[in-house]
């Protein structure tokens, strides 16, 4: 019984390999969302406008919430596997998971920065100095 065991885990590891590899994949991307920290998931593509659009606002996101929340891009024209993986219908897809890894929201569509701080903030992570948020913000300017 090991003996199968070993085989049949070596097969999927070669398996993942292989796939990661014909897809240009990116190991470090089986460990999306990151462990222990709020993660927020961009599933898109470089062509695509709204995505386009939404690089620099993540790039800035990426530095404001270092050490506090994972930032994560996937280009999903280039891993589409990954699509497939997290269920992706349209993009830009957001996708948010807790610090334990469980999704908690999702939105399709462009997300504006104000969106993104007012998601993160109800999860419990601020940008602002010393966890205090340099100004409160909702996604459309209201409670």
Not at 61 to 87: C, L, N, P, T, W
Request: hydrophobic letters at 40%; proline letters at 4%.
């Amino acid at each position: 019984m090991k003996k199968r065991t070993v085989w049949v885990t070596a097969i999927f590891v070669l398996a993942s390999a292989f796939l990661l590899h014909c897809e240009g994949g990116d190991a470090r991307l089986a460990e999306v969302p990151t462990k222990g920290m709020v993660t927020m998931l961009d599933l898109g593509a470089k062509q695509c406008i709204p995505c386009k659009m939404m690089a620099p606002i993540l790039q800035k996101m990426e530095k404001a919430y270092k050490g506090k929340a994972a930032i994560i891009f996937i280009d999903v024209s280039k891993q589409s596997y990954q699509a497939m993986r997290f269920g992706i219908r349209a993009i830009p897809t957001q996708i948010f998971f807790d610090k334990d890894g469980k999704e908690v929201y999702r939105h399709l569509g462009f997300m504006s920065e104000e969106a993104i701080v007012w998601q993160l903030k109800r999860m419990g992570v601020d940008q602002g100095k010393n966890g205090k948020p340099e100004k409160t913000v909702t996604p459309h300017g209201s409670d």
